[in-house]
Nanobody, 120 residues
Framework: QMRVVESGGGSVQTGGSLRLSCVAS?????????MNWHRQGLEKGREFVSG???????NYADSVKGRFTISQEYDENTVYLQMDSLKPEDTAMYFC?????????????WGQGTLVTVSS
């Protein structure tokens, strides 16, 4: 069974740090093209936070540049999101997405999310 599981969320004060983890399992035939983090705040749409591509290219949303750092294990099954200098506007449910290349399209596998709450 293919699974994407996030962990590491919690409650911190402004300026604090958290490290999110995402572990993918059961993907026996997945050619991973990218691992992403997205988030969705209260009454907000889902937005891209950061991603790491197979070739090592890393992207960040402008709102988190310089504060968040994405990294992954060598086996590509685990990806992390180090979040520093957290702000109240970072409060959201954070989702990990594993993107697998199929024959004609990319398939996205989402986790259930981990909640991050930043208080002022």
């Amino acid at each position: 069974q293919m699974r994407v599981v996030e962990s590491g969320g919690g409650s911190v004060q402004t300026g604090g740090s958290l490290r999110l983890s995402c572990v993918a399992s059961g993907f026996t035939n997945c050619y991973v093209v990218e691992m992403n983090w997205h988030r969705q705040g209260l009454e907000k749409g889902r937005e891209f936070v950061s991603g790491i591509k197979r070739d090592g290219t890393i992207n960040y949303a402008d709102s988190v540049k310089g504060r968040f750092t994405i990294s992954q294990e060598y086996d590509e099954n685990t990806v992390y999101l180090q979040m520093d200098s957290l702000k109240p506007e970072d409060t959201a449910m954070y989702f990990c997405v594993r993107r697998c290349q199929g024959k004609s399209k990319i398939y996205d596998y989402w986790g259930q999310g981990t909640l991050v709450t930043v208080s002022s």
